[in-house]
């Protein structure tokens, strides 16, 4: 079965780092792209970029490029997604979701919360 | 960037009637388009792709057609499970693929 399980809730001040992760199993993690996924609260889905494990290509939306880093280690089929200095408005759910065209299966989400 | 547009913002519909939304791009994206389903609280699930190929699990009254820049979704015979909102997403150019701004199909 796959699966994308992702790392739970966090709150975080403005101006702190994050990393949330997303581990995949039930298939070849390094054979397909794993996308990101930003829903702020209330709001739609906005596409972030993807990443491909097997080397570690990676393509941002410019809305989000500069902003956030996607990595991988495909030794523990784990991607991430990364921000050097939150802000308030990162505050959002924030999906991983398999690819790389359509997003087949998707992570339960991350819930963070940047708040002084 | 391709700019995808869903209409109507919201639709309700009574139980066991027929729903009908819309996406449009901003240019042609051939095929590649996808529609998903989104429950409050919840992931959003992949129901369409390839503009109409129903994914693994998913009901005969979901149906898509469409190609280039109009496309359609319809569910033939609302369940009281499929009021949620629903999105389209590109994955023709990219980056970004990109998503509509969602249609919310609620109970008449």
């Known amino acids: 079965e796959v699966q994308l399980v992702q790392s739970g809730a966090e709150v975080k001040k403005p101006g702190e780092s994050l990393k949330i992760s997303c581990k995949g199993s039930g298939y070849s993690f390094t054979s397909y792209w794993i996308g990101w996924v930003r829903q702020m609260p209330g709001k739609g889905l906005e596409w972030m970029g993807i990443?491909?494990?097997?080397?570690?290509?990676?393509r941002y939306s410019p809305s989000f490029q500069g902003q956030v880093t996607i990595s991988a280690d495909k030794s523990i089929s784990t991607a991430y997604l990364q921000w050097s200095s939150l802000k308030a408005s990162d505050t959002a759910m924030y999906y991983c979701?398999?690819?790389?065209?359509?997003?087949?299966?998707w992570g339960q989400g991350t819930l963070v919360t940047v708040s002084s | 960037e391709i700019v995808m547009t869903q209409s109507p913002a919201t639709l309700s519909v009574s139980p066991g009637e027929r729903a009908t939304l819309s996406c449009r791009a901003s240019?042609?994206?051939?095929?590649?388009l996808a529609w998903f389903q989104q429950k409050p609280g919840q992931a959003p699930r992949l129901l369409i792709y390839?503009?109409?190929t129903r994914a693994t699990g998913i009901p005969a009254r979901f149906s898509g057609s469409g190609s280039g820049t109009e496309f359609t979704l319809t569910i033939s015979s609302l369940q009281s499970e499929d009021f949620a909102v629903y999105y389209c997403q590109q994955y023709d150019k990219w980056p970004p693929w990109t998503f509509g701004q969602g249609t919310k199909v609620e109970i008449k």
């Open positions: 979701a398999r690819g790389p065209g359509y997003f087949d299966y």
């Open positions: 240019q042609s994206v051939s095929s590649n």
């Open positions: 990443i491909y494990p097997g080397d570690s290509d990676s």
């Open positions: 390839g503009a109409s």
